[in-house]
């Protein structure tokens, strides 16, 4: 069973990073997803799309640590370092999200005679917050 969440958490981390690429390699395919999501005008222009795709690199980096931290608590219970850096990622996870989320919108709506810059922290962000106590909870279980 180790193995397999090892391996789930390692692919999950994969494609996060690998998401992005889309917006960058095909702008206009992405553009359905930032329209629905920023509730947007089709009138965004590819360098834009892409901006924003890159943009998401960042939060996605910061989950897919924590996805690799989580895999390596997994492997090994006993370093409570995997478990700590899971839960700093999570609790910074949504703090960066918001950050870029509103900086991504920005970008948007740059072109726009009114550009629109809403910084938003949601309740589900709140979930990312809790399992990162967690896991530092765990990670001083792990060490004691």
């Not at 998401?56 to 995997?82: D, K």
Request: aromatic letters at 14%; a negative charge; charged letters at 10%.
């Amino acid at each position: 069973m180790k193995l397999t969440a090892s391996i789930i958490l390692v692919a999950a981390a994969v494609l996060l990073m690998l998401y992005p690429l889309w917006g960058l390699l095909h702008p206009q395919s992405y553009e359905a997803v930032l329209l629905a999501e920023y509730g947007l005008t089709d009138t965004t222009s590819p360098d834009q799309i892409r901006r924003s795709a890159a943009m998401n690199w960042a939060p996605n980096g910061i989950l897919a640590s924590a996805f690799m931290c989580l895999s390596g608590f997994v492997r090994q219970p006993e370093r409570g370092i995997h478990a700590r850096w899971a839960g700093g990622c999570f609790i910074a996870y949504p703090f960066l999200r918001a950050a870029i989320d509103a900086w991504s919108g920005f970008n948007l709506t740059s072109h726009t005679p009114a550009p629109d810059f809403t910084l938003f922290f949601g309740g589900e962000d709140t979930v990312y917050l809790v399992f990162g106590v967690v896991f530092l909870a765990l990670a001083s279980q792990a060490e004691a």
